[in-house]
């Protein structure tokens, strides 16, 4: 079936630097993407959402990326901190219809003082 | 303050015994949802709400059931018939689909 995929499941970065964290989609039909950020033992956090009509939308040191032609979904985060270090998800809506978003596996993000 | 709250955080069940997890929403949404997540895992849907009286098997269905009564709650009961039920549950409620999903906390069950 259709589903959410990541590049990289681990991600080690330096305090400071930027990090990208990439998702691939495979569902056409998907007009509404999210982030989330997990932290250990918790629930998922909402970062930033962005919807088919647009290709870019920037938040507080976060950017997404959507690039529908490839299919392909980014989470930029600028001056990487301690507290950043967490899993991130991808999810899609399928195109709204079944009520659901569909998760990718999640990439972990460890940040290095 | 509106949210989402899941209970207990931890929960530890015998081997052939049901447990029921709670999840209580203030945020006046129609659409709730039950996840599933192993270790190192993504979350997999077990069954969805969107609608009082009205629940859809996800991905992951077997051995779990649910019921949507009232539109705030939408409890989630691990049968003996789930095989390996340790887990942790995460529930979430939003608008719709295509909207932000909102999550609990999630509870941590595990079977000894």
């Known amino acids: 079936g259709e589903s959410v995929g990541l590049h990289l499941p681990t991600l080690s970065v330096q305090e400071g630097d930027n990090s990208i964290i990439n998702c691939a989609y495979s569902n056409s039909a998907s007009d509404y993407f999210i982030w989330y950020k997990q932290e250990s033992g918790k629930g998922p956090q909402f970062i930033i959402d962005?919807?088919?009509?647009?290709d870019k939308r920037q938040g507080q040191r976060v950017t997404v990326l959507l690039n529908k032609t490839v299919k392909h979904l980014s989470l930029q985060i600028a001056a990487t901190q301690p507290g950043d270090s967490a899993v991130y998800f991808c999810a899609e809506n399928g195109g709204g219809s079944q009520g659901n978003l569909i998760f990718g596996k999640g990439t972990k993000l460890s940040v290095k003082p | 303050d509106g949210g989402i709250t899941q209970s207990p955080k931890y929960l530890f069940r015998k081997e052939g015994q049901n447990v029921t997890l709670s999840c209580e929403q203030n945020?006046?949404?129609?659409?709730m949802y039950w996840y599933r997540q192993d270790p190192g895992q993504g979350l997999r849907l077990i069954y969805y709400s969107q609608i009082v009286n009205d629940f859809q098997k996800g991905d992951i269905a077997e051995g779990y059931s649910v019921s949507r009564e009232k539109k705030e709650s939408f409890p989630l009961t691990v049968t003996s018939a789930q095989k390996n039920p340790t887990a942790f549950y995460l529930c979430?409620?939003?608008?719709?689909?295509?909207?932000?999903?909102?999550f609990g906390q999630g509870t941590r069950l595990t079977v000894v």
């Open positions: 979430a409620s939003s608008i719709g689909g295509r909207a932000e999903a909102f």
């Open positions: 962005i919807r088919s009509n647009m």
């Open positions: 945020l006046n949404h129609d659409a």
